[in-house]
């Protein structure tokens, strides 16, 4: 009988000849580190609402949703006009043009700390934007941030530092640099006070749901207590809100915690699927970027230049996105799907009696397996009453991979081990994926998998 991935290479004979091409000009043959996978990633040729289908041909629900990107699935109308009309009126000036003001329009609209905003091409970028003004405001050097949490590849936050011991593995980074982070445990407001009490710290980053898209979740009012205690350090919260910015909320987490930061980092929804990102925040700390005279130009200001900064084509896809998902409903609908989503999968897993779990927050899901967890609220809800876990919990690489092929192999893909569910995805959507799970379990207990 053939395995889990015996039955991938079988189903994807075009990919696996793609793979081969791309082995040639990629470093393994991949452009995204997400998107390295074994024995080949899988190649897409066009997408349209929840779906996408790949070269082999097969129709695939999709759980990546664009890193996250789309909200309102692949080709959503209201985008693609928007776009279309847009490329036939110019990709890029090189001048200002309106569309840019009305973008930050809505992002001052909908994000409540958004005072001023200022466009980047990506949420790295936004990132890296966003720490060196304050950096630059608060005069000082260091900045901490929470074990497991991501913000992109630049030096100052670089990959996932699972365990400070970890950190100076971080090849390539100056020296300084790694020095000036401080990376504490998500979840205990005294370690970040004693951090903040040692150093003079120019800022705190956190990722509002948790490290990693809220693979360990954060337990929100951590961040209340972070705002407090920023401030009482006179350091600057920033919260990076690349990937729950419009998707929690329309106004992000921010908004359902009531939680201010003074710097907000956004992308992925912000730019409706094409490339884009920004920092929004406090109207006194991006005035560093405003020019003045020119003792002040020379001096204090922080210069920003930047090809694609609020391009018109993103201006385009974020003002039709924005604008569709300002009310909210959007993020509901979402919402809803995944938490059908979840209880489906945590009725399988306890059927099948592996260890495991699903759950979520607002339209993030993530599955473990193999390992003990809570069970979850609803089904969905992660509430760990035992000690902080010390690391990300993930479900283990060798049930990972296979979970993902059977998977693959029956229609649906996620990310990693987790998804980003859009408004678009369907019931029709959730019953394909949850037969699929239900028969990659059987898969992966006959080859031993997770019953060994
Ligand atoms: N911050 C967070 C929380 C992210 O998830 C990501 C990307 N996944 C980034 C920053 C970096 O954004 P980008 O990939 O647009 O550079």
Known sequence: MSTISDEFRRLHPRSAELYEKALRVFPSGVTHDIRYFTPFPIYIERASGSRKWDVDGHEIIDYVMGHGALLLGHLHPVVTRAVAEQLGRGTHYGASHELEIEWADWVQRLL???????????????????????????????????????????????GFSLTPEEMPRAVGIPEGILQSQLLVPQNDPVALQRALAEHEVAAVIIEPTGASWGTFPLELSFLAEARRLTEE?????????????????????????????????????????????????????????????????????IAHPGTYNANPLSASAGIATLSFIADGKSQQQAEATTRRLC????????????????????????????????????????????PPAASIPQTPGPVATPLRQGLLNRGADLMRTGGLVSAVHNEEDIDRTLSAFEATLADLRREGVLWS
């Open 233 to 301: 350090a006179g350091a600057l919260l920033i919260f990076d809100e690349v990937v729950t910015g419009f998707r929690v909320s329309p106004g992000g987490v921010q908004a359902v915690v009531g939680v201010r930061p003074d710097l907000t980092t956004l992308g992925k929804i912000l730019a409706g699927g094409l490339p884009g990102g920004a920092v929004a925040g406090r109207r006194d700390v991006l005035a560093l970027i405003e020019f003045r005279d020119d003792e002040w130009n020379l001096k204090r200001r």
């Open 112 to 158: 409540p700390s958004a005072e001023m905003v200022h466009f980047t091409s990506s949420g790295t970028e936004a990132v890296q934007m966003a720490l060196r003004l304050a950096r630059a405001f608060t005069g000082r050097d260091k900045v901490i941030r929470f074990v497991g949490h991501f913000h992109g590849w630049s030096d100052h936050v670089v």
């Open 343 to 386: 209880r489906g999968f945590n009725q399988i897993i306890r059927k099948a009696g592996v260890k495991g779990c699903a759950y979520g927050y607002s339209s993030m899901f993530h599955l473990l397996l193999g390992r003990d967890c809570p069970p979850p609220d609803d089904d969905f809800t992660w509430h760990w009453e035992g």
